[in-house]
Nanobody
Framework: QVTLVESGRGSVQTGGSLRLSCAIS????????MAWFRQFPGKSREGVGS????????EYADFVEGRFTISQDNAKNNLYLFMDKLKPEDTAKYYC???????????????????WGRGTQVTVSS
C-alpha cells in the first residue's frame, strides 16, 4: 500500500522560508514520479512543482518564480519542497502526490497523479 505523509507545517512571516517533507512508502520499485500541489479553501488543487522519475527534471508553476525548489533523496523515500521568499498568497494546504511510472518531463496536473498525502498547512503572515 502506497502512503504519502507530509510534514513541516508552519507559520512564517512574509519573506520567510519553510521546508516541507513528504515521507513515501509502499512503491514496489523506484519507478515513480512525484509532485507538490496546494489548495486554497473552496478552490481546486493547483500544481506547485513536480520532479521526474530519475530526479533529473523539474517543472514549476509560474507563480513559483524561482522561490521554491523540489527535491528528493537518493532512495526516493522522501520528497521535499523548500520555499523561500514566502508571500501571504502562498498560504494554503500543501499536498504531495505520486504516480507509478517513468516520465522524463514531469507533469503538473492533478489528473496525472494517483496517490496523495493528507496535506500540511502553510500560513504566511504579512
Amino acid at each position: 500500500q502506497v502512503t504519502l505523509v507530509e510534514s513541516g507545517r508552519g507559520s512564517v512571516q512574509t519573506g520567510g522560508s519553510l521546508r516541507l517533507s513528504c515521507a513515501i512508502s509502499g512503491f514496489p520499485s523506484r519507478r515513480f514520479y512525484m509532485a507538490w500541489f496546494r489548495q486554497f479553501p473552496g478552490k481546486s488543487r493547483e500544481g506547485v512543482g513536480s520532479i521526474s522519475t530519475s530526479g533529473t527534471n523539474r517543472e514549476y508553476a509560474d507563480f513559483v518564480e524561482g522561490r521554491f525548489t523540489i527535491s528528493q533523496d537518493n532512495a526516493k523515500n522522501n520528497l521535499y519542497l523548500f520555499m523561500d521568499k514566502l508571500k501571504p498568497e502562498d498560504t494554503a494546504k500543501y499536498y504531495c502526490a505520486a504516480r507509478e511510472g517513468y516520465v522524463v518531463d514531469p507533469p503538473l496536473k492533478g489528473d496525472d497523479f494517483d496517490y496523495w498525502g493528507r496535506g500540511t498547512q502553510v500560513t504566511v503572515s504579512s
